[in-house]
């Protein structure tokens, strides 16, 4: 054996030792985080989805028709993973969380595979760094701190599923390119690995137009006479294909959000550019909710994501220009970014998320190392362990905030104590349910954005009318006045909610924080009935119907009910069962509106509703006449 075998066979092991140790500084980190409870958007996708966990295996192929979680999500393959984990494990959140880490190990291989090829293609005067380049792009994004995010919460399934897919269809997209086109089985295992990565998250359909492109600079580098332009329908089926998987997740969404077409729209597009671009990057804090509009740099993130515009747009122009890796990556970081820079606007709690770059963040971590192979070897691996150990640090730090929704909130508060998101969720999940009013008061004081500084000052007034002499003093009347109050003020969206998309979904949910404080009065004035009279008329009208239904029937079930109310309660408790889908039990209520005195005439128009819905065309037309003669005007229908 030749003396020399064992250190040359060393050196072609030593990269991927590389990737491996930083794998194993990631999962020791994420490791800390095994046994955290389910948290936040978990409960409705898991714990709550009892539709899901009912599903039989003969009735699987259901996931891919309709959505399966209380968040209308519709995303097939992560929740064909959830129902697999619970048949398996039960409600195990180690589980869960070990399929996390499970999925990232599995990106590693792949994007050290997908780089090295990509490398030696893009770059091949410098093929014989290849290997090294290749591992250290895996192993930095193996240490990335953003990635705590979407491993370590274990709804984060979908950002990971869907990346490892995705690098899975590149990988293939790669392998098909041989010397005279493409080969076939290569290039359909592609695209049916990107069909996989849509029907994870949504958003994979940024990955297509990345095939497309790698397959049209493959086809351009092709000698004129074996230059086949059958081979563009390649291309043309994996655009096509994102196309038609896109239009069906359109049709799915059941939210919708108005366009608004002003400079906020661009201002905003271009600061969450720059965000995602920041988070690929920096070695900061890592936090669940990011201010942007509220954010004192907004200014400064508008002029960096124009700057990343501007490099992409370079970038494009090296690659009409010839092979360029910059001219590749730059502009695969814009195409994985578009889905979440809001050009088709939707209502998140936060405009950058750390899950947003998950995928994001490979080709990125390739023009670092381009970048710092234009150094010696010295000082590029001295820059490289510079970064990676800056972020191996936050990895390390990140899931400890993931022990509980608290301690989330309370990092953010740390770093953003202005902003009005994790400010509400500390006064209403944490501050007022423990009684700190003091607390809860300075931190709704310390909120820039008055809409929601002056609505938790009331929410907080509205919590002292539970105090043991509330009836006496005339605190619960005021709790009361101001709930109702509050709903008015709700209804008047703020102007700033038409750009401001996480202001918009805050505000929308604040009638199920109101909701609460009902739910609040009622359980510390049990026998005051005229708070659960007023908390069923107010869930009714705010279409919270099973909340409505619950406070109705205490309230009609109730001697105490003043006979004055009892009609208008019955009515609305029979309104709340039929516009729930409980039609035959609202029949009941609704006639003993008729019944009280004095009678509530406006159920006749209900029970006109009711009749026509169970097909009873003789009693409708009753009910509907009387309606029409007894019933206040503004009640009559149609």
Known sequence: MNRYSFPIHLRRFAPAALVLTGALVAIAAYLQALHYPFILDDIPYIVWNNKLAGLHLTELWRLFIEPYND??????????????????FGLTPSAFRMYNMFLYLMCLPLIYSVTL????????????????AAAAVAALFALHPSHAEAVVWISGCKDVQSAMFSLL???????AKRADGLVAPYATAALIALVAAMLSKATAVAVGPIIAMFWMIFWRDIPTPDRHRSILLWPFASLLLCACIALIFATMATERVPFHLGIETVTRSFAILGWLARLAVSSESRHFYYPLFEDTNLHFMVALGVAVLAGVLFGAVSILRGRSLWGFASVSFLMLCLPSIQLIPYAPPSFASDRFVFLALWPVLMLVVALAWRLNTIPRTAFLLVIALAWSIQTVERPRDWRDFEALVDADLRTYPGYYMPAVYKITSFQLPRGQYDKATRSANGITTPEFRNLMLEVINIHHGTDADAVATGKLIESIRLLWKLKDDLGMIPAQAAWNLPFRNLWIRMPYFLAVEWQYLAERNPDDMSVRYNAGLWNLGSQRYPDAVAHLRIATRSQHLPKNLRGTAFHSLGLALLKSGSVTEAEGPLREALEQSPPEPRASCSLAELYQQTGRIREAASAETDCRSKAPKEATPP
Not at 71 to 88: A, C, I, N, V
């Open 71 to 88: 968040l209308s999500e519709f995303l097939p393959l992560r929740d064909l993973s959830y129902w697999l984990g619970m048949k398996m």
């Open 117 to 132: 090829s990509l490398w030696r293609y893009f770059r091949p005067v410098e093929a014989s760094g290849a290997l090294w």
């Open 169 to 175: 269809a590149l990988w293939f997209a790669i392998r």
